[in-house]
C-alpha cells in the first residue's frame, strides 16, 4: 500500500473498536500518524500497538465526547501529540434502537451530543485551522437509516441525517478554502457494537443485493479513500457503503 498520507495527522473518533479501530490501521497504512480517540484506554493501547508493530504511528487520547468543550479538548490534545490535524474522520456514535413512544429526553439530547454536537464543534475547532493552511479532508461516518424509514431507528437516523447535511454544508463552507468534506453510509456491519443484535443483523442485511454485514475493514477502505488524495474531486458525497441497499 502506498504512504499516500505520509506527513500528515489524522484524528479518528471512536477509534478503538469495530469501523473506528478499522479507519485508524488502514490510514495508519497509508502512511498517517493516527491519534485515534475513545473512552477505553485499554482497547485503545492495543489499537496503538497493533499500528506500532506493523511500523505505523499512533498515539491514543482518552475522550468522553458529549459537548462542545469535550470536543474543543479532543481537538487539542490531538495537536498536541500530533501536531496539526489534516485529516479528521468523525466516527464516535451512539446507536440506539427502540420505539419513539419509550426515548426518554435524555436519551434523546444524548444521542445528538455524540452523533452531532461533537462533530460540529470538533469541525469548528479543526477545519478553520485547515482552511488556512489549503488543505485538508474531513470524512464523516453516517449510517444507511440516515435515508431509509425503518421501525425503531428514528432517533439514530435523525442524528446521522443531521450529520449528512452538515457534511454538505460544510463541504460548501470549507471547500473553496481546500479541505475536502464527505461521508460514507455504511449499510450493516459485523462490530463489537451491533453483536448485541444477533439475527437481526443479518436479517437486516439480507434485504440488499451483497445479501450479508460488512465487516469493519469494508468500511473503512472507503473512509481512506476520501481520506486520500485519490479522492480529490470529490467534496460534499455521501457514499453510500450499504451492499447495494441504496439500490433497492
Do not use: C
Request: hydrophobic letters at 50%; glycine letters at 12%; zero cysteines.
Amino acid at each position: 500500500m502506498t504512504a499516500q498520507l505520509s506527513g500528515t495527522t489524522a484524528l479518528v473518533t471512536g477509534g478503538t473498536s469495530g469501523i473506528g479501530r478499522a479507519t485508524a490501521v488502514a490510514l495508519a497504512g497509508l502512511g498517517a500518524h493516527v491519534v485515534l480517540s475513545g473512552r477505553d484506554a485499554t482497547r485503545g493501547a492495543e489499537v496503538v500497538e497493533r499500528i506500532r508493530a506493523a511500523g505505523g504511528k499512533a498515539d491514543f487520547v482518552a475522550a468522553d465526547l458529549t459537548d462542545a468543550a469535550s470536543a474543543r479538548a479532543l481537538a487539542a490534545r490531538a495537536r498536541e501529540v500530533g501536531g496539526q490535524v489534516d485529516v479528521l474522520v468523525n466516527n464516535a456514535g451512539v446507536f440506539p434502537f427502540g420505539p419513539t413512544g419509550s426515548a426518554t429526553e435524555e436519551e434523546f439530547d444524548g444521542v445528538f451530543a455524540t452523533n452531532v454536537k461533537a462533530a460540529f464543534f470538533l469541525v469548528a475547532e479543526l477545519a478553520p485551522e485547515m482552511a488556512e493552511r489549503g488543505h485538508g479532508s474531513i470524512v464523516n461516518v453516517s449510517t444507511m437509516v440516515a435515508k431509509i424509514g425503518l421501525a425503531g431507528m428514528a432517533l439514530y437516523g435523525a442524528s446521522k441525517a443531521s450529520l449528512e447535511l452538515l457534511t454538505k454544508a460544510w463541504a460548501a463552507e470549507f471547500g473553496p478554502s481546500g479541505v475536502r468534506v464527505n461521508a460514507v453510509s455504511p449499510g450493516p456491519t459485523r462490530t463489537e457494537g451491533t453483536a448485541a443484535m444477533g439475527d437481526a443483523l443479518d436479517q437486516l442485511a439480507s434485504a440488499a443485493p451483497a445479501g450479508r454485514a460488512a465487516s469493519p475493514e469494508e468500511i473503512a477502505s472507503a473512509i481512506a479513500f476520501l481520506a486520500a488524495e485519490g479522492s480529490s474531486f470529490v467534496h460534499g458525497a455521501v457514499l453510500p457503503v450499504d451492499g447495494g441497499r441504496v439500490a433497492v
